[in-house]
Structure formats: structure tokens, C-alpha cells
């Protein structure tokens, strides 16, 4: 079965810090990735995905990036945090759509981000 | 652009009965799919059920069923006979069939089971 892995679950990091946040999916092979952030009373917020190793679309200019360095490996990264980075983070899996199927997506447990 | 609208932020029904989730969503397009997804306060969110807009039959998934109506963009939730386990953050969303990999949330909607 399939599984998805994100970490760290909490993090709480100064101003002008880095961040680094990782995901991994198991169990499949070649699925769409996502990161969404989560903020009280706005819903979640796309803010990158991938169909493929090194292909990332980013729907939201900030202060973030995203890798995908390996298949199954989402990477959410920041050189200089900033007060409005705090979140919770989301990540999510999909399989790649054929004819016929919906793209549901999977999603981690999350990753708590406070920056102080 | 796409874009999901779930006016009530909150909702609350008693144990047992029956409740309903309002969504409706703005799109140009024809082929689409509407989900509604739950997030317990445990965080992970999870499907709670499906909608092709090319179906005309409303979904059902056990307690829970859709009233999709494609003419007024209108995707609605019900919960039959609630349960405590039913309290979350409930989620509506849209994704393009054939589009690009990209499913639009609304903002959520928190309800509460009272015993």
C-alpha cells in the first residue's frame, strides 16, 4: 500500500533562518507532488507541483522553493524565513491521470512551521 | 480561473441527524471533478467522496451524499445520521478534467457534532 511521509511535524524557527521540509511517498511509482499551506480561515493554498523528477511549477511568488531531486522525494525549502512563512504545511501525492481516473490526492499529516 | 466558494465557516448539528454543507464553484468548463475532502483534528486530510461532472447521478459513499447541481455550480455535502467522528474541517474542492494537476480548495468549513 501507499504511503506518504512528511516531517519535521513541528518546527519553530527565527526570522531570516533557512527551512527545509521533506516528503516521501512509498509504495508508488511517478506520482504528481504537492506542498499546500493551510492558514486559519483561508483554506489551503497550492503552493507548488511536481509531474516529475526536477519539473516544478510554483503557483505563488514568495519566499519559498520546492525540489524534487528524486521520484518520490518533495522538498519544500526557504534560504530566509519570514514572519508570514508560518503555516501549516501540507503535502500531497496523486497518481498520474489517465482516462477514467480523478486524481484524488493523499496527503501527509503535515508540518507545523512557527517563525518567531 | 477556477475558484471555490464555501460561504458558512461554521456548522453545527446534533448526534444523529441530518446536516448539510453548501459549495459552489465558478468554472467555464464542462468536464471537471468535485470532491469534498475532511480533515479530523488529528490533520490528515482524507477524500470523503467524488463527483464527475459528467454524471448526472449524485454520488454516495454510505452516510454521506452529494446534491450536484452542474447548471447553478452548486456541490453540496449531506451527512446522514452524524456521528461524533464526523467532526472536522470539511473541504470543497475542484480539479479540471484534463487540465493541469491542480486541485482548487474552498476555504473549509468546521463542523461540530454535539452529543
Known amino acids: 500500500s501507499q504511503t506518504i511521509h512528511q516531517w519535521p511535524a513541528t518546527l519553530v524557527q527565527p526570522v531570516g533562518s533557512p527551512l527545509s521540509l521533506e516528503c516521501t511517498v512509498e509504495?508508488?511509482?511517478?506520482?504528481?507532488l504537492y506542498w499546500y499551506r493551510q492558514a486559519a480561515g483561508r483554506g489551503l493554498q497550492l503552493l507548488f507541483y511536481?509531474?516529475?523528477?526536477?519539473?516544478i511549477s510554483s503557483e505563488v511568488p514568495q519566499n519559498l522553493s520546492a525540489s524534487r531531486p528524486q521520484d518520490r522525494q518533495f522538498i519544500l525549502s526557504s534560504k530566509k524565513l519570514l514572519l508570514s512563512d508560518s503555516g501549516f504545511y501540507l503535502c500531497?501525492?496523486?497518481?498520474?491521470?489517465?482516462?477514467?481516473?480523478?486524481?484524488?490526492?493523499?496527503f501527509g499529516e503535515g508540518s507545523r512551521l512557527t517563525v518567531l | 480561473a477556477q475558484t471555490v466558494t464555501q460561504s458558512q465557516p461554521e456548522m453545527s448539528v446534533q448526534e444523529a441527524e441530518t446536516v448539510t454543507l453548501s459549495c459552489t464553484y465558478d468554472t467555464s468548463e464542462s468536464d471537471y471533478y468535485l470532491f469534498w475532502y475532511k480533515q479530523p483534528p488529528s490533520r490528515q486530510m482524507i477524500l470523503v467522496i467524488r463527483q464527475e461532472a459528467y454524471k448526472q447521478q449524485n454520488a454516495t459513499e454510505n452516510r454521506f451524499s452529494v446534491n450536484f447541481q452542474k447548471a447553478a455550480k452548486s456541490f453540496s455535502l449531506k451527512i446522514s445520521d452524524s456521528q461524533l467522528g464526523d467532526a472536522a474541517m470539511y473541504f470543497c474542492?475542484?480539479?479540471?478534467?484534463?487540465?493541469?494537476?491542480?486541485?482548487?480548495f474552498g476555504k473549509g468549513m468546521k463542523l461540530t457534532v454535539n452529543p
Open positions: 474542492a475542484y480539479l479540471l478534467q484534463g487540465g493541469s494537476e491542480k486541485l482548487v
Open positions: 511536481s509531474v516529475g523528477i526536477g519539473q
Open positions: 509504495g508508488t511509482s511517478n506520482p504528481n
Open positions: 500531497a501525492w496523486s497518481v498520474i491521470r489517465l482516462a477514467g481516473t480523478s486524481g484524488e490526492l493523499f
